[in-house]
T-cell receptor, first 114, second 116 residues
Framework: KAGVTQTPRYLIKTRGQQVTLSCSPI?????VSWYQQTPGQGLQFLFE???????NKGNFPGRFSGRQFSNSRSEMNVSTLELGDSALYLC?????????????FGPGTRLTVL | GDSVTQMEGPVTLSEEAFLTINCTYT??????LFWYVQYPGEGLQLLLK?????DKGSNKGFEATYRKETTSFHLEKGSVQVSDSAVYFC???????????????FGQGTILTVHP
């Protein structure tokens, strides 16, 4: 079974721009969660989608948004980029009714904001 | 809210040494507990898990026991290898009946370096 894939792997943007990151979950997984990883704040939960609905959201400003499609693929968007948005963005998929929310992670997208 | 605290690192060991990375948690109910490992330039890989008190998770020589009385899930390995060098994260998922869907709460991570 193919793992979680994320595209692109690396991005360089400038302040004020917007960016869209993509995540394809493991086949059959319907839940996708997104995390931001930085050296200072560690791993922080952004949001979770299940069946095209956002069920949970972390403590991030409204510039961070996401969506999920009918095939469970998910995208997250960051508008009006700030220097502090430079981070590794990880998505994870799971099959919520099993394995107590055991999540499988993709390799991440490394975003650099200049 | 839920929280996870890991021992401060980094941890530096010689090959074949014994490893312990401490992890304690705060959560309501009966969370599930996980250890993830992250190698340089990669995402997180699930190392092991435990879903109820006194469960022992194990994988690749690593072990951790879910201790509800001490709210702990310490990671141990009897003999580390150079290839175990990575960052290790302890994490919890809320128990059944919670509404914190899809959210893992992570510790700050512990950098492990193993020298030959």
């Amino acid at each position: 079974k193919a793992g979680v894939t994320q595209t692109p792997r690396y991005l360089i943007k400038t302040r004020g721009q917007q960016v869209t990151l993509s995540c394809s979950p493991i086949s059959g997984h319907r839940s996708v969660s997104w995390y931001q990883q930085t050296p200072g704040q560690g791993l922080q939960f952004l949001f979770e989608y299940f069946s095209e609905t956002q069920r949970n959201k972390g403590n991030f400003p409204g510039r961070f948004s996401g969506r999920q499609f009918s095939n469970s693929r998910s995208e997250m968007n960051v508008s009006t980029l700030e220097l502090g948005d430079s981070a590794l963005y990880l998505c994870a998929s799971s099959f919520p009714s099993q394995s107590h929310n055991e999540q499988f992670f993709g390799p991440g997208t490394r975003l650099t904001v200049l | 809210g839920d929280s996870v605290t890991q021992m401060e690192g980094p941890v530096t060991l010689s090959e074949e040494a014994f490893l312990t990375i401490n992890c304690t948690y705060t959560a309501t109910g009966y969370p599930s507990l996980f250890w993830y490992v992250q190698y340089p330039g990669e995402g997180l890989q699930l190392l092991l898990k435990a879903t109820k008190a006194d469960d022992k998770g194990s994988n690749k020589g690593f072990e951790a026991t879910y201790r509800k009385e001490t709210t702990s899930f310490h990671l141990e390995k009897g003999s580390v290898q150079v290839s175990d060098s990575a960052v290790y994260f302890c994490a919890l998922s809320p128990g059944a009946g919670g509404t914190s869907y899809g959210k893992l709460t992570f510790g700050q991570g512990t950098i492990l370096t193993v020298h030959p």
